[in-house]
């Protein structure tokens, strides 16, 4: 039986080795927030991160016998057979580095991009005709360090997006706390340095995602080690980026231990999301016209460690993956305030890594 026009197709990576890992998926109920679980594809190793091409026809994952150096890891890629979450293998490439944190896929659909945590490298691989995968066309190693005296020692690339009309891309490195900036021919999947090739970050911040406002306008960073949000100032003429402010994702009051992980920006551009894993929370903020940020509230997360989220094509549900507590929470935003309100039990699930939403 097909499910309702009206849910969304929903896929989730389990984090875990061997036939413990996986990616499952599931119908989404928008009305209610219900997650109805699908259908289970096993064998996937460590599928840490996932994306989905633009015509919806095929998800790419990462694959890992063991995540992390000395082995590269691989990239999936599957064909989305069905609405119940069918997948159909179409081959892996090589990532050509570690620990691969990171895949997105270009405007127009020609090309993947990934960042290598190890040793802090990105890669753009062409994409063929039927959604498979060839052979990594470029390879950057970045280089720098900062001041964190055990994850700043060298570079660790932690995400990289195509910018607004893929033209330009961009890689945030927690190790060497820049982002890197690229000229991107998804024609050919080449990626050459921009210039300037980099803008650096505040030190010790640790930028680790990225998210271009939907006017194009501007690039938020969500910085790990420090626990805050840059936002920067784009110029999609040359492939520029000027630092503005930074706002906390944590209370004034806070003295513990935690870090950042990731960042979302609803479809009509008011309202950004940030996850901190620790305090075990998510950071709501209103974006001014100027793209400047104002914090709203900071919700808990339903479980521990926070490490994913997704926002629905209308922009009235946030999920969340609450990886360390091996659970899924779906929230409602409310559209005036932002503010998350959260909708029935959530989700068990084993390690939860990224959600990516199929309408």
Wanted: glycine share 12%; proline share 9%; net charge neutral.
């Amino acid at each position: 039986m097909q499910p309702a026009a009206a849910t969304l197709l929903v896929f989730i990576s389990m984090f875990a080795p061997g036939e413990q890992g996986g990616i499952r998926a599931f119908h989404l109920d928008p009305a209610t927030g219900r997650l109805a679980a699908a259908r289970d594809t096993t064998g996937l190793a460590h599928p840490f991160f996932m994306a989905v091409a633009p015509d919806r026809r095929t998800l790419y994952a990462v694959h890992a016998q063991r995540f992390g150096p000395p082995d590269p890891e691989e990239v999936t890629a599957w064909r989305i057979v069905d609405r119940e979450g069918a997948l159909e293998p179409l081959g892996r490439q090589s990532a050509r580095g570690a620990a691969t944190c990171f895949l997105a896929v270009d405007p127009t659909g020609r090309t993947l991009l990934l960042a290598n945590y190890d040793p802090g490298s990105v890669a753009a691989l062409p994409i063929k005709a039927d959604g498979s995968l060839g052979p990594a066309a470029s390879l950057v190693e970045h280089a720098g360090s900062s001041v964190h005296p055990r994850r700043q020692t060298q570079p660790h690339a932690h995400a990289i997006v195509p910018a607004p009309g893929g033209r330009f891309a961009f890689a945030a490195d927690l190790g060497a706390d820049r982002i890197f900036g690229y000229r991107l021919d998804a024609a050919t999947a080449t990626l050459t340095p921009g210039e300037p090739p980099f803008v650096t970050c505040t030190a010790g911040s640790g930028p680790r995602h990225l998210a271009f406002h939907p006017n194009g306008r501007h690039l938020y960073a969500i910085d790990e080690l420090s626990n805050g949000v840059t936002v920067f100032d784009y110029d999609a003429e040359r492939g520029g980026l000027a630092p503005g402010p930074t706002v906390s994702t944590l209370p004034d009051d806070f003295a513990g231990t935690s870090l950042c992980a990731d960042l979302k920006i609803t479809p009509d551009g008011a309202f950004l999301y940030a996850t901190n894993r620790g305090y075990d929370s998510i950071a709501v903020f209103r974006i001014g016209g100027d793209g400047r940020l104002t914090r709203v509230e900071i919700a808990p997360s339903r479980g521990a460690g926070p490490q994913h989220l997704a926002i629905t094509p209308d922009g009235g549900l946030l999920l969340c993956a609450n990886m360390k507590g091996g659970c899924a929470a779906v929230f409602r935003i409310d559209r005036t305030t932002g503010r998350l309100a959260p909708l029935g039990a959530d989700t068990a699930i084993t390690s939860p890594a990224c959600i990516v939403l199929v309408p």
